[in-house]
C-alpha cells in the first residue's frame, strides 16, 4: 500500500481523551487511510520520534472576517496548532455589504472588534457584496487552514432594512428577505449566523449595533432557517450581571434560541468572577439542557488584558456617557473629556454599575504607555495610585493625564480570569468550552491567540492539571463534536488529515510582540510559539518548524 504521507514512530494522542499510544498513520487523499504500529510506502515520509501527534486544534472563536483578505495563514493563530477556526463571531463582520455601506460596516468593527478602519477599508479587498460571493472570494484567494463561517447578523440586518437596522426591528417583509439570504448564505458554506445583545457593542458614533434590535420574532424565524437547512450553529454575546453571569433575560433569549434551532449554541463571554459562577451558570442552563438542548459557553485559559488609548476607548463602550467619545475627532473627544458634566456623567454611569468590560473597579486599571517625560513615573501604576499622586479623583486623573498627552497614553486593563484557582475550574467545568480567543480582533489592544500554546504549557506541564490527552480533547473533538464539524477533531480512518506534531514539555508561549504588518504598516500585537514540529492540513504540511511551506489547502468547513 502506498500513501501520499507516512507519519511514523508517532505518540499518538487521537483526541478522543484516550490514552496516547505509539504508532504511525498513513494519508491519502487528504483523510487518515490507515492507523498502525508501523507503516511504510509514503511518498513522504516523517519520522515523529519523540513527538506527540494530535488532530489539528479548533479555535473556536475569532474575528478572521477582514484578514483573511490579505493574510491566508491566519497568523498568529497558524502558529498555536490550530487547523481550523470558526469566524465571524459577535455578529460583526464583512459581508454582506454593499460598496457604499463599507465604511460603517467598517466602523461597527472598529468599535465593537478595534480593527483600525483604514486596514479595513484599504486591506479588506471587498470583492463581495453578498454572502455567497464573500465565501466564493475566500475560496478563490484560498486560506492556509480551514474556516467555519458564521453570517453576522449586524451585517446582514444593515444590508436588508439599511439605517432602519439600528433604530427598529424587522417588519415581515425585511424578515423575509433576511431568511432568504442566511438560507443562502448556508447553501453556499456558511456555518449558521452570530449576534451580539452586548450593551458594550455599539455601532457607528455611538449606536446600538445592529443586532442588538433585533426582536424575539426575528431571533426565532432566523433559528428556524438554519434549523431546517440542518447545518451551523448560533453564536451569541450576551449581557452578563455585575457577577458575572448571564442575565435572566439574556438567558430567556439563549434558552428561546436553542429551542428553535434544535441544534447546539454557544454564548460568549465567560470570565470566571466568582468561585461558585460554573455552579451557578449549571443551574440556570438546566431547564434547557434536561430538555435534550445544547448549549455551550466558552472561557479563555488565561488572564486577558486589554490595552486601550482614549482615542480608541473601547472600554468605555458600555456607559452612556460615552457613546459621544465614539468616532470623532482626537480634538472632539478632548473638548469632550474636559466637559464637567461628560465627568459627572461617567461617574454616575459607573456608580450605576453600568459598565461591562470594566465594572468600575480602577485598581484593575494601570498606564501602560506615557507619551510625555514628565509622566514617565505614571507607568505601570494602578489608576488609584496615580490619582493619589496627583491629588485627584481617578475620573479625573485619567482623563487630565490622557488629554495632557493627546489621547496617546496607553491604560492596561485586566479584564478577567487572573485568579488561577478559578480558572482552573472553569476549565475542568462542564458546558465551558475552552475558546474567547477573539483572534484577529482586538489587534493593538491584546492577543490571545496563543491560547492553546499557553494550556499546554501552564496547564499540563506546569501545574498538571489536565493530561495531553485532555488537553488535547478540550482543543479537538470537543468543539468538533459539538458544533458538528464532521470529520474532524479525532485522529481515525476517514478522518480529515488535519494533523499536528508537537513536544508537549517543549511547548512554550513566546512573549508578545508589537509589529507592523498589517495592510498599511499599521501594528499589531503577535505572539509565537515553540515547541510545535509540523502543522498540516488535510495532508498537506502547512508549516514545517514555523516556516510557511506556501499551501493553502484550507477548506470552508
Ligand atoms: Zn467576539
Known amino acids: 500500500m502506498s500513501y501520499d504521507l507516512v507519519i511514523k514512530n508517532a505518540n499518538i494522542v487521537d483526541g478522543s481523551g484516550a490514552a496516547a499510544r505509539h504508532g504511525s498513520i498513513g494519508v491519502e487523499g487528504g483523510k487518515v487511510a490507515a492507523i498502525d504500529k508501523t507503516l511504510s510506502g509514503g511518498k513522504r515520509e516523517i519520522d515523529a520520534h519523540g513527538l506527540t501527534l494530535a488532530p489539528?486544534?479548533?479555535?473556536?472563536?475569532?474575528?478572521?472576517?477582514?484578514?483573511?483578505?490579505?493574510?491566508?495563514?491566519?497568523?498568529?493563530?497558524?502558529?498555536?496548532?490550530?487547523?481550523?477556526?470558526?469566524m465571524g463571531n459577535c455578529g460583526v463582520g464583512v459581508a454582506p455589504c454593499r460598496p457604499e455601506e463599507r465604511s460603517v460596516m467598517a466602523w461597527d468593527l472598529v468599535n465593537v472588534e478595534a480593527m483600525p478602519h483604514d486596514v479595513l477599508l484599504?486591506?479588506?479587498?471587498?470583492?463581495?457584496?453578498?454572502?455567497?460571493?464573500?465565501?466564493?472570494?475566500?475560496?478563490?484567494?484560498?486560506?492556509?487552514?480551514?474556516?467555519?463561517?458564521?453570517?453576522?447578523?449586524?451585517?446582514?440586518?444593515?444590508?436588508?432594512?439599511?439605517?432602519?437596522?439600528?433604530?427598529?426591528?424587522?417588519?415581515?417583509?425585511?424578515?423575509?428577505?433576511?431568511?432568504?439570504?442566511?438560507?443562502?448564505?448556508?447553501?453556499?458554506?456558511?456555518?449558521?449566523?452570530?449576534?451580539?445583545?452586548?450593551?458594550?457593542?455599539?455601532?457607528?458614533?455611538?449606536?446600538p449595533l445592529a443586532s442588538r434590535l433585533a426582536s424575539r420574532e426575528e431571533l426565532g424565524a432566523l433559528a428556524r432557517t438554519v434549523r431546517d437547512v440542518g447545518r451551523g450553529t448560533i453564536q451569541l454575546n450576551l449581557p452578563r450581571d455585575q457577577r458575572g453571569l448571564i442575565t435572566e433575560e439574556s438567558y430567556a433569549t439563549l434558552d428561546f434560541v436553542a429551542r428553535e434551532l434544535q441544534r447546539?449554541?454557544?454564548?460568549?463571554?465567560?470570565?470566571?468572577?466568582?468561585?461558585?459562577?460554573?455552579?451557578?451558570?449549571?443551574?440556570?442552563?438546566?431547564?434547557?439542557?434536561?430538555?435534550?438542548?445544547?448549549?455551550?459557553?466558552?472561557?479563555?485559559?488565561?488572564?486577558?488584558q486589554l490595552f486601550t488609548t482614549l482615542r480608541e476607548p473601547f472600554m468605555f463602550a458600555s456607559l452612556p456617557s460615552w457613546k459621544a467619545a465614539f468616532n470623532r475627532t482626537a480634538e472632539e473627544q478632548i473638548a469632550?473629556?474636559?466637559?464637567?458634566?461628560?465627568?459627572?456623567?461617567?461617574?454616575?454611569?459607573?456608580?450605576?454599575?453600568?459598565?461591562?468590560?470594566?465594572?468600575?473597579?480602577?485598581?484593575?486599571?494601570?498606564?501602560?504607555?506615557?507619551?510625555?517625560d514628565e509622566n514617565r513615573r505614571f507607568l505601570d501604576k494602578?489608576?488609584?495610585?496615580?490619582?493619589?499622586?496627583?491629588?485627584?479623583?481617578?475620573?479625573?486623573?485619567?482623563?487630565?493625564?490622557?488629554?495632557?498627552?493627546?489621547?496617546?497614553?496607553?491604560?492596561?486593563?485586566?479584564?478577567?480570569?487572573?485568579?488561577?484557582?478559578?480558572?482552573?475550574?472553569?476549565?475542568?467545568?462542564?458546558?465551558i468550552m475552552i475558546g474567547l480567543s477573539d483572534a484577529g480582533a482586538h489587534v493593538d489592544q491584546l492577543c490571545n491567540a496563543g491560547m492553546p500554546s499557553y494550556l499546554i504549557q501552564e496547564w499540563v506541564t506546569k501545574r498538571r492539571l489536565?493530561?495531553?490527552?485532555?488537553?488535547?480533547?478540550?482543543?479537538?473533538?470537543?468543539?468538533?463534536?459539538?458544533?458538528?464539524?464532521?470529520?474532524?477533531?479525532?485522529?481515525?480512518?476517514?478522518?480529515?488529515?488535519?494533523?499536528?506534531?508537537?513536544?508537549?514539555?517543549?511547548?512554550?508561549?513566546n512573549p508578545q510582540e508589537s509589529t507592523n504588518d498589517l495592510?498599511?504598516?499599521?501594528?499589531?500585537?503577535?505572539?509565537?510559539?515553540?515547541?510545535?514540529?509540523?502543522?498540516?492540513?488535510g495532508g498537506e504540511v502547512v508549516l514545517d518548524h514555523g516556516e510557511y511551506q506556501g499551501a493553502t489547502p484550507g477548506r470552508v468547513i
Open 122 to 207: 484599504n486591506g479588506v479587498n471587498w470583492e463581495w457584496e453578498t454572502y455567497p460571493e464573500y465565501i466564493a472570494a475566500i475560496k478563490r484567494r484560498g486560506t492556509a487552514l480551514n474556516i467555519a463561517m458564521m453570517v453576522p447578523l449586524s451585517a446582514l440586518r444593515f444590508y436588508v432594512m439599511g439605517e432602519a437596522a439600528v433604530e427598529r426591528t424587522a417588519n415581515t417583509e425585511e424578515l423575509d428577505m433576511m431568511c432568504g439570504m442566511l438560507r443562502e448564505a448556508i447553501a453556499a458554506g456558511a456555518y449558521g449566523f452570530s449576534l451580539s445583545l452586548a450593551r458594550q457593542h455599539i455601532g457607528y458614533q455611538g449606536r
Open 382 to 431: 494602578p489608576v488609584p495610585e496615580v490619582a493619589a499622586m496627583t491629588g485627584k479623583d481617578p475620573i479625573d486623573a485619567i482623563l487630565d493625564l490622557a488629554i495632557d498627552e493627546d489621547l496617546a497614553t496607553g491604560f492596561r486593563l485586566a479584564a478577567g480570569n487572573f485568579n488561577h484557582e478559578l480558572v482552573a475550574k472553569a476549565i475542568q467545568s462542564p458546558n
Open 264 to 304: 447546539p449554541v454557544t454564548w460568549t463571554p465567560f470570565v470566571m468572577g466568582s468561585k461558585d459562577l460554573p455552579e451557578r451558570l449549571h443551574a440556570r442552563i438546566q431547564p434547557t439542557l434536561r430538555d435534550g438542548f445544547r448549549i455551550a459557553t466558552q472561557t479563555s485559559c488565561r488572564p486577558v
Open 56 to 86: 489539528g486544534f479548533i479555535d473556536i472563536h475569532t474575528h478572521f472576517d477582514a484578514q483573511v483578505s490579505w493574510d491566508p495563514l491566519l497568523t498568529p493563530t497558524c502558529w498555536h496548532g490550530v487547523t481550523s477556526v470558526l
Open 466 to 509: 489536565l493530561t495531553i490527552e485532555q488537553a488535547v480533547q478540550r482543543l479537538t473533538w470537543e468543539p468538533a463534536a459539538f458544533f458538528g464539524f464532521s470529520n474532524k477533531g479525532q485522529i481515525a480512518p476517514g478522518f480529515d488529515a488535519d494533523l499536528i506534531m508537537f513536544d508537549p514539555d517543549a511547548v512554550k508561549l
Open 519 to 537: 495592510p498599511g504598516g499599521k501594528a499589531r500585537i503577535v505572539e509565537r510559539s515553540e515547541g510545535f514540529a509540523y502543522t498540516i492540513v
Open 336 to 372: 469632550l473629556y474636559r466637559n464637567a458634566e461628560f465627568r459627572r456623567e461617567f461617574s454616575e454611569d459607573l456608580a450605576a454599575g453600568r459598565g461591562t468590560v470594566f465594572r468600575g473597579r480602577w485598581e484593575t486599571v494601570a498606564i501602560a504607555r506615557t507619551k510625555k
